[in-house]
Every structure is written in C-alpha cells, then in structure tokens.
C-alpha cells in the first residue's frame, strides 16, 4: 500500500455517511428505463450523475443523448498521457417494481434497517456506481491520481443497451481506455470478493399465438375451437425435456463444454445447492443434474419465459396468447442460430388450429475474459487487502451487453466484480444493498486504482 | 291471432325508433360488473331500467340492493289472479371491453350501420331486455292483459349471479310464477328462430402455482430453479390428450351421453362445421371428433384456461404463475366432482418444483329443459307466426346460472331463447345486435304472451 492509498481510504472512511446521502438521494429517481411513463425521471438520474461527476472535479462532464436514454461521460485525466487509463462502466436506470404488493418498503424511499439499505436499483446498480465514484474522489482529494480515470454510465442496460453500441461507434476516442472497471455484477459472500470471468448472452423475442378472428364466447366454442393459451402452453411446455434440457433442434451444437480443470475448480467454490436454495426460496431445484448449480448458472445455457399474458376475467377463449421468451447463451451459441431452432421447433409443433409468430428478437453471445490480465491482478490484490482472503473467480449467469460491445468497438476487456450479495433480491421486490460489503468496494476501488498503477507500470 | 294482438303489433311497429332509441340510450350506461370502479355505471343502469319500467306503467318496481349490483323488480298483473304469470328474466349487466384497440367503435356510443347495432350488450343482454319490454308495453297499450307479468332484471350475470339465488330465497312470494322468459340465448340464424332446451354448467377456479419466494433474477436462476411459468404451461398442456379429451381423474364419469334419437336430430341441424369455422374465424376447428361440433358444443364439456398471467418485461423468473380455469359442465357433471378431479390431477402431476393452490372455486350443473311445456308450445306457436317456421331446438353451449337457480328455488322451468345471432361477438370485441331480429323478437314476444293465455287456458 503506497501512502496516497492511506490517505484515500481515510478521506473516503470520513465521508462515508455523505455518500450514503448521495446514494439515498439518486436513489430517489425511479428511473425505470423499460417505462415510457418514466423517461423523465431517467433523464433526472443522469443530470443528477452529471451534477455528481461535476462536484467530484470531473472534466468534459456531458449528458450525451440517444434515441432513448441518455449517456454519461466524464473524466480525471490528471494522471498524464504516461499512465494507464481505466473506465468505469455502470448504469443508472433499473427494473420495473411491477409486483408493488411484495414490496415491504416503498421501492423509491430507500429505507435502512440495520446493515441493509433497501431500494430498487440499490444493488443494482446504482450503489456500485456511488461506491466508485466516492473511490475516486477520495483518490482525487488524497494525492496525485494514480491512473487515468474515464466515466461511462448508460441509461439502458435493464433494457438491452439498444443505444450503447452506436454511442461507442461513434464516440471511440472519447471512451478510449486501457480496461474497463464494471462493478455490476456482485460477490458471491459477505466474505468472497469475487471476479467474474465469464457471462452469458442473451436471446430475447416476443411470441405470439393466435387462433380465432376475436375473442370467443367460452360457451358457443369451447370444446370446437382450439384455446391459443392451451396451444402456447403446450409449445412453452415441450421446450424443455424431463431433464430440464432445451428441446429446440440443434439447440446444443455449438456450446463449448468446460474443461475438466474449470469443472473441478467450480466444485470447489464456495456456492453449493444448499445456498441456490435458500437465497431462492424454491422449494427444490430444477435442470441438468450432471451438473451443479454453479455450472448451470455460468456455463450452462438456459431458456426462461419471463412474461405469459393472455386473455381475461371474461368468459372468452381469446384470439391470442403472447409470452417473452429469454435464453441466456454461453460460448460459442449464437442468438441467430437459437432463433433459427426456435423457428424450426415452433413449425414443427404449432397445431393447425393456430397460427404464430416472433416478434422484437434480439441478442448478444456470451463472453468469456482472461483471468490473468494485468487488470484482474490489480483487483486481486486490492481484494486482498480489503477482506484478508484471494477473492473467487466465478462465471456469471448474468448477460451484459455493454461488455461485448466494449470489447467489441474499444478492444478493452471488462473488469468484472460488484459489491452485491447473492441474496440482494435484484430485479425482484425488496432489491437491498448489503452496506458494510458497499463500503468495502469503495476501499476496494481505492487501492485498485493504486495498484492498476503499479501493475501497468511494472509490465 | 287474436284482435288485441293485432292491434299491438300495431303500437310495436309505431313505436320501433322509440324503442330503439331506448335501447341505445341504456347501451351508453357502461354498467360492467366485473370492474369495482364501474359500480356506479352498473347502479345508474339498475335506476334506468327502473324509470323504464315506471313509464311502462309497471307497478312495484323497486331497486333492490344486494351485496353487490342491484336488482330490478317490476309487474303488471292486471290479467288477475285466475290467468298465468311469466317472469321475464333479463340482466342488465355487461363482459368488460379489455381488447379496447380491437373495438372499431366505442363500445359505449351505439353506432348503426346498415341493419347493424354496435355496442358492448347490444346483444348479451341489453337488446332482448328491450324488446320483452317493448313488446309488455305494446300489448299493455293494445287492450286487457292476456297474462300477468313480471320483470326481473339483475346485474351479476356475467359474474356468476353471486347474489341472485340469496334474492329468489329472500322473495319466493314476489317471484312466483308458472314459467320464466329468458331471452339471453339467442337463435341460430336471421331465419332460424330457436328455443333451446338445455344449458352447459360452468366450473371456475384459479389456479396458482408458487416456486422460489420471490421473482429471481433469471440470469443468477435460470436452469436452476424452475420456471413456475413453464410449470403451469405444462399443467396446462397436459388437461387435454390429442383427441381434444380432457385429462382431469374420472372427469367423463358422469357425463350423461345423449340418446341415439337425439345424435339424430342434432344432425339435422343447420349449423354446421363450416358456420362454426366462419364465425369464430379459426384456422381449423378441434376438439373431439366422434361428435359434431354442435354436439360438442351442446352436449359435451370443455375446459378453457380463460386468463393466464404471469411475469412481466423484467428478466427474471417469476415468483408465481396463475391461470383461471373454467370448465362447461354437462349433465349430469356436478361441480365438486369437477374440482376433486382437478385436485386429483394436480397433486398427481405438479412437480416438487412448486406448491399449488386452487382458490376462488364456484360452479352450478347443467340444465336439460322440458320439450313439450306449454310454455315452449306458445313461444314455438309464435316464433312460426313471426318468422313462418318452426322454431330449431338447440342446446346451448352457454350456461346461465340463474336459471338454475329459478328451478331450484322457485320450481319453475325457463324459457330459453334470444334475438341474437352466432355471428354477434358476444362477449368479444364489437359485439352488435341485427336490428330487425331484435324487431321481430319484440314481435315474437307479443305473439308469445297471447299464445301463452290460450296455451293455459285449454290445459
């Protein structure tokens, strides 16, 4: 530990009842990026960002708009042309609160209780991003900064990043960076720093069946007309097999299986059927039994219909039925290919008596990074410092498109970890932020930044 | 034809754009009892048809509360003591109007087009109330009653009758007589007037099926826990074999097949698979094969998931998933055995996955009238004077609790019938009523209550 690093963790340990104020405060701003209704509140979240990036010392501070939401840029470059430049990835917009009635606190009036902070988007991500920039001011107010520092938060990873891609196309030089910092995954324990080293893709499209012209008199058709939600029921039923395997052809073809050393390794983590149980509450688990949970969950593909919607409280068989129909990807499947065995699955079983379509289909692959980067070992050792303990590198189950967009357009690998506990209830109701572990990030943060300096310049 | 009914056909036809402006009027009140911030609508209904039956010349009429919606009551028993009562039965409550994009006009502004009137109830159940009650006026306006009648209009129909079977108990005196008009059936074509003789039953319940205890982020769930969505999609899936049957523990046990005599007539009659395809606008038709649709639709039961609902936008894995379910039952099926077999299938098929739980059960049987009453005489001698032909006997598909319950509580049988037609989109988007069968069904009616006197009279 160098003596800025010291000073940094105390100016950052001296306020850190202010930045659990600014946290409050953003998180205030139900910036629900999947709700129209809610594009002004998501446009106060990134002012508020901009204002926040401004009052740390951040320079060229904008609020760049897209076709949607807008995009944050900021930077402390004062560590010179000679040192290495990291950006800090996040994002300001969270998950609906649909089921309000599980909500035991109002989700947009943060509530702590003991060491919980309890509020959509704490977890995610909104806490992480607070963590990171108080990391940086505190740098900032102890000394000369270490690194370079770039900040890049988007309003639209809760909805795919539609607009990030095009933002990084044409803004290269702005977002050029040595390593992105991205605390948007999490920790697998209050006492397991972790780094993610692997996430998986997303495939995402709307189906929709339909079968007669209009709703339908239960009474005068029933029994003569086939019912669209018993036709999309059996077609979501048959979509996966006894074993919990995907159905649709060619489904399987391209994943690439885990070598024996990976597998043995993930048997060792400290994540085990007893934790997915009790952080899920399921009454039993469910999938492929040759593997464990932690393999399913990273490096195992799976398909989830997130929204059934179909008729009413009327008594009517109805013209249509609709579902979401998400498959997390992992290396090497491609979301055009799983569209085409969707397609194929869906002609080879959809019944006369309906027709179907798929609509609004997107994705992106799954991502895999080096584990040995000067990057990953500079927040290995700031872990280290932080919890007394090597922190665990693990598989995401988790999809973000921003970091294969960055990898894609910038040529940088994301720096995956997070300060969230597995049982944070994120993109549920009662989403919390474990407070003592976000505290821990901050001074995480700090001595990442000094170590990325020492790492960079010893290579 | 007697004098008197000559004379008011007479006042009827004098009186058609009256009464048609009525009907429109009543068709503005938005009077849907299923949606709690439309009571008011549903009340303001009730005082409507109240006011209609003061102007009549009605006597009695009262507004009677119950839990819920209203109860309309009114009478003319000037025939006296020695000649026959008939109780017109009618509901002046309508099925909500959901699919609002799929209504070309709105529902609630009567528009006409040709020989067409367009609005929610035109024809479920508006329309025909207005016709009895044009035709009571024009036969009270012609001379000496023929019968004595009484009116009984509820607002619960389409939500089950919760509180009409309370009412009849509560009223047996007031709504005593020998026989009851419902007109909330209708026939099978412009030229095919049609008394029907027997109504399905009706089973519902939802059914909600829980995994983890909160909605999982499907990133750090998916293909470990399972998916309550795809449960119940393949509890669905599963209620029905190939042939269209339905699964449920001994469900066709007790289902009464009909006579040879009566596969006969039914195969008679013209309404075959090709109206079926064209009014409902399916693809194909489906369901069991040994019969013919309008066997299925009359004589054999269905079950319907109506509404399913689970998930939202969010990419996660829903805490819960649920379905409202309703079967059609037939004789002699009764309710409790319906909902013991479907436990039975439940607890035989829902995985461990999961718990379940059925909530909200209701159900009345199934109901096979009198051919040969009096009652059914009359209306067969009037519906061959109005449209020249003799009446089709039809089953209906339907079922209308509150005739059950008029059987069981007042002893008496229900005329079945009705002026609408199969193409009305009852209980769909667009639902509309065929002007002049709403104006021969007035004339019907007229027919029906002089026919009904002399009927008794030589008894």
Same mark, same amino acid.
Request: net charge negative; aromatic share 8%.
């Given at each position: 530990?160098?003596e800025?690093?010291a000073?940094?963790l105390?100016r950052?340990?001296?306020?850190?009842?202010?930045?659990?104020s /600014?946290?409050?405060?953003?998180l205030r701003?139900?910036s629900?990026s999947?709700?129209?209704?809610?594009s002004?509140?998501v446009?106060?979240?990134?002012e508020?960002?901009?204002e926040r990036l401004?009052?740390?010392?951040a320079?060229r501070?904008?609020?760049y708009?897209?076709?949607c939401?807008p995009i944050?840029?900021?930077?402390?470059?004062?560590? $010179?042309?000679?040192s290495?430049?990291?950006?800090?990835?996040?994002?300001?917009?969270?998950?609906?609160?649909?089921?309000l009635?599980d909500w035991?606190?109002?989700?947009?009036d943060?509530?702590?209780?003991g060491?919980?902070?309890?509020?959509?988007?704490?977890?995610?991500?909104?806490g992480?991003?607070?963590?990171c920039i108080?990391?940086?001011e505190?740098?900032l107010?102890?000394?000369?900064m270490p690194?370079?520092v770039k900040?890049?938060?988007?309003?639209e990873?809760e909805i795919?990043s539609?607009?990030?891609?095009?933002?990084?196309?044409d803004?290269?030089?702005l977002?050029g960076?040595d390593?992105?910092?991205?605390?948007d995954?999490?920790?697998?324990?209050e /006492?397991?720093?972790?780094?993610?080293y $692997?996430l998986?893709?997303m495939y995402r499209?709307?189906l929709r069946v339909t079968?007669?012209?209009?709703d339908?008199h239960?009474g005068?058709?029933?029994?003569?007309?086939?019912?669209?939600i018993?036709v999309?029921?059996?077609?979501?039923?048959?979509m996966?097999?006894?074993?919990?395997?995907i159905?649709?052809?060619g489904?399987y073809?391209?994943v690439?299986e885990?070598?024996?050393?990976?597998?043995?390794?993930?048997?060792?983590l400290p994540r085990?059927e007893?934790?997915?149980l009790?952080?899920?509450?399921a009454? /039993?688990?469910?999938?492929?039994?040759?593997?464990?949970?932690?393999?399913?969950?990273?490096?195992?593909?799976?398909?989830d219909?997130?929204?059934?919607r179909?008729g009413?409280e009327?008594?009517a068989?109805p013209?249509g039925?609709s579902?979401?129909?998400?498959?997390?990807?992992?290396?090497? /499947?491609l979301?055009?290919?799983?569209?085409?065995?969707?397609?194929?699955y869906?002609?080879?079983h959809?019944p006369p008596?309906?027709?179907?379509?798929?609509?609004?289909?997107?994705?992106?692959?799954?991502?895999?990074?080096d584990?040995a980067?000067p990057?990953?070992?500079?927040m290995?050792?700031?872990?280290k410092?932080?919890w007394?303990t090597?922190?665990l590198?693990?598989?995401?189950?988790?999809?973000?498109?921003a970091?294969?967009?960055?990898?894609?357009?910038?040529?940088v690998?994301s720096?995956?970890?997070?300060?969230?506990?597995?049982?944070?209830?994120?993109?549920g109701p009662?989403?919390?932020?474990h407070v003592p572990?976000?505290?821990r990030g901050?001074?995480a943060v700090?001595?990442?930044?000094?170590s990325?300096?020492?790492?960079?310049?010893?290579d």
């Open positions: 530990m160098t800025p690093g000073s940094a105390e950052a340990h001296s306020r850190r009842d202010a930045s659990l /600014q946290l409050r405060e953003f701003i139900p629900i999947c709700e129209r209704s809610r002004g509140d446009a106060a979240a990134a508020w960002l901009a401004r009052a740390l010392g320079e501070v904008t609020v708009p897209t076709g939401h944050v840029y900021g930077e402390v470059l004062t560590a $010179g042309r000679g290495p430049t990291v950006l800090i990835y996040g994002h300001y917009d969270v998950q609906p609160v649909s089921a009635d035991e606190t109002d989700p947009f943060p509530t702590i209780t060491n919980e902070l309890r509020a959509r988007g704490a977890s995610d991500n909104k992480p991003m607070i963590a108080a990391a940086v505190a740098v107010h102890a000394g000369p690194v370079n900040f890049l938060f988007e309003g990873e795919g539609v607009h990030f891609r095009e933002f990084l196309e803004h290269r030089d977002c960076c390593l992105v910092l991205n605390p995954v999490g920790m697998l324990g /006492q397991s720093p972790t780094i993610f $692997g998986r893709g499209c709307r079968g007669p012209s209009r339908l239960s005068g058709y029933g029994g003569i007309v086939e019912n669209p018993h999309l029921s059996a077609l979501v039923a048959g996966h097999d006894g074993g919990g395997r159905t649709l052809p489904f073809d391209a690439r885990m070598s024996e050393e990976e597998r043995s390794e993930m048997a060792t085990n007893a934790d997915y009790a952080q899920s509450g009454p /039993q688990l469910w999938g492929e039994e040759e593997y464990l949970p932690a393999e399913r969950e990273g490096a195992r593909p799976a398909l219909v997130i929204e059934m179909a009413s009327k008594a068989i013209a039925a579902a979401i129909i998400t498959v997390r990807l992992v290396p090497d /499947q979301p055009e290919s799983v569209h085409a065995g969707l397609e194929a869906l002609e080879e959809a008596t309906v027709r179907w379509e798929i609509t609004e289909w997107s994705g992106f692959p799954a991502l895999l990074t584990r980067s990057g990953v070992r500079a290995a050792d700031a872990m410092a932080v007394e090597d922190p590198f693990y598989r995401s189950g988790g999809s973000i498109a970091v294969g967009y960055l990898k894609e357009i910038l040529g690998d720096l995956l970890t997070g300060f969230s506990l597995p049982d944070d209830r994120v993109h009662n989403e919390k932020l572990s976000w505290e901050t001074d700090i001595h990442f930044l000094y990325l300096a020492n790492e960079l310049r010893t």
